[in-house]
């Protein structure tokens, strides 16, 4: 199974780096992901998932598990963002029924621009 990595961006950001999401280990994703967020501090007000190493093809069970967690996170006032392989993940998004931006998943160009664009939004909230 492939190994989540994890890092901490300033107290309110979780980044997330795992390799090749695919139907057969979306649910350990999942699981993996929440269980590793539990443990955060209660101040995380953004995910965001490195796209580039784990979206390779379109996989509907992989989209499905990204819009559960979408929903967990809307309900806790966590942002969900992916970063990297924007377009092709619009187009994924478009073929799923999923919705970007404000009221679904945040998809960004790169890891570099999500992490601009958070760091601006936690300074407006601030």
């Known amino acids: 199974m492939p190994q989540i990595k994890q890092s901490q961006y300033k ?19 999942k699981r993996r992901l929440l269980e590793q967020y539990a443990r ?14 784990c979206f390779t093809h379109l996989d509907l069970s992989v989209m499905a598990m990204l819009a559960d ?16 392989r924007k377009r092709q993940l619009l187009s994924w998004f478009e ?20 992490l601009q664009k958070t ?3 936690n300074q407006v909230h601030k």
């Open 119 to 121: 760091a601006s939004a």
């Open 69 to 84: 967690l979408d929903v967990i996170f809307k309900k806790r006032g966590i942002r969900l963002e992916l970063a990297g």
């Open 40 to 53: 955060q501090k209660d101040d995380t007000q953004c995910v965001i998932i490195d796209a580039v190493p």
């Open 11 to 29: 107290e309110s950001l979780f980044i997330v780096l795992i390799l090749l999401l695919t139907y057969f280990n979306a649910g350990y994703f």
């Open 95 to 114: 073929i799923a029924g999923m919705t970007s931006g404000k009221d679904g998943i945040y998809v960004h160009s790169d890891l570099y621009i999500a």
